[in-house]
């Protein structure tokens, strides 16, 4: 049985692993890490949410309001954030994503899904949606370009069920992957001009989330 002095070591090494791939200096063109509950829950700070974490999963309780969960020590720039997200089939309680690019509390951009509309057919093309906070929120982009930012999943999955998210990060674009999905369910130009930064979980007004598996593979072109 390892020593609690022993787990404290490998948290250690983990941190300090996490920094040295997603600090400011990024050494390599391509890096990769998964970050599990037990490094973010020290690495990471609620924004308007209150955050349990459960073996491996993490969650966020329900609250009036966007909220999300901060992982500190990322400036991700371009390349691929995946992660397993788990909503409700609750209509309007159950906005479920992942920010980046954060500058501060309220800018940054998130790609994130309504799970309640994933069988409904008469809203299902509002399942996944991309944001850029503070200025293109997801009711002024529904407004100005209606099915631009916005898509159905292409392929099936119960509203209650985990999914898997892939999302690609370039210069200029966004692209949305869902399970093991070789099709982008959603793509976008992106409406933000910052180039890195932050991520984090992300829930809407009213809604709670579960997060596992986080993965960043951060390219630097």
């Given at each position: 049985?390892?020593?609690i002095?022993?787990?404290n070591k490998?948290v250690t090494?983990?941190?300090a ?8 200096s990024?050494?390599y063109?391509?890096d990769?890490?998964?970050?599990d509950?037990k490094?973010?829950?020290?690495r ?9 974490f459960?073996r491996?999963d ?7 309001g966007d909220?999300?969960l ?8 371009q ?7 788990k909503?409700?089939?609750?209509p ?9 690019h954060g500058?501060n509390?309220?800018?940054f951009e998130a790609?994130?899904?309504r799970p309640?509309n994933?069988?409904?057919?008469e ?16 009711n002024k982009?529904?407004?100005d370009s209606?099915g631009?930012y916005e898509a159905?999943?292409?392929m099936?999955?119960k509203?209650?069920d985990w999914?898997h ?5 370039k210069?200029s674009t966004?692209d949305v ?15 933000s001009?910052t180039?890195?930064?932050w991520?984090?979980f992300?829930?809407g007004?009213s809604?709670?989330?579960w997060?596992r598996?986080?993965?960043l593979?951060?390219i630097?072109?």
């Amino acid at each position: 049985m390892k020593t609690i002095l022993e787990n404290n070591k490998e948290v250690t090494k983990l941190i300090a692993l996490f920094m040295s791939i997603f600090g400011l200096s990024i050494a390599y063109a391509q890096d990769s890490i998964t970050l599990d509950a037990k490094v973010i829950q020290t690495r990471s700070v609620a924004i308007n949410r209150t955050v349990k974490f459960e073996r491996n999963d993490i969650y966020l309780t329900a609250k009036e309001g966007d909220g999300y969960l901060r992982i500190n020590g990322v400036n991700f720039r371009q390349g691929v954030i995946e992660a397993d997200i788990k909503g409700s089939n609750t209509p309007q309680r159950s906005f479920v994503g992942i920010a980046f690019h954060g500058s501060n509390d309220q800018t940054f951009e998130a790609v994130y899904f309504r799970p309640f509309n994933f069988e409904n057919q008469e809203r299902k093309s509002h399942s996944v949606q991309y944001i850029a906070h503070p200025t293109y929120t997801w009711n002024k982009l529904r407004r100005d370009s209606p099915g631009k930012y916005e898509a159905a999943l292409n392929m099936d999955i119960k509203p209650d069920d985990w999914f898997h998210v892939r999302i690609h990060v370039k210069e200029s674009t966004v692209d949305v992957y869902i399970n093991d999905g070789n099709v982008p369910t959603l793509s976008v130009d992106r409406l933000s001009k910052t180039d890195a930064g932050w991520v984090g979980f992300w829930t809407g007004n009213s809604s709670d989330g579960w997060f596992r598996n986080i993965k960043l593979r951060s390219i630097n072109n």
